[in-house]
């Protein structure tokens, strides 16, 4: 991502498949909230709003190790590459 920090692909896969997970976090609130400070896959150009965004939630055992995270991922699937993560917090 472009500040350098990096989540496993095994964690983006499996947050994505999480259909009640995405479907509890709509895609066009977070459009509305972080869009403006998306940036555009750095190795093709694509504009942040045509990226795929996705609710990320790394698993229980990086909570309890104080190092879990939550929030949107942007990834270009073109290019296979992690571009934003805007972190929410978790209640």
Same mark, same amino acid.
């Given at each position: 991502m472009h500040d350098g920090e990096h989540v496993s692909w095994e964690v983006v896969f499996?947050? /994505?498949k999480d259909k009640g997970r995405q479907e509890h976090h709509p895609v066009k609130e977070a459009k509305n909230k972080y869009l403006?400070?998306?940036m555009p896959c750095p190795s093709?150009? /694509?504009p942040a709003n045509q990226l795929s965004?996705?609710?990320l939630l790394t698993p229980e055992w990086t909570w309890q190790t104080l190092c879990g995270k939550a929030g949107w991922i942007t990834v270009c699937d073109q290019c296979k590459v992690q571009i934003d993560f805007f972190p929410e917090i978790v209640n």
């Open positions: 499996s947050s /994505r403006r400070e998306a093709c150009k /694509r965004w996705i609710y």
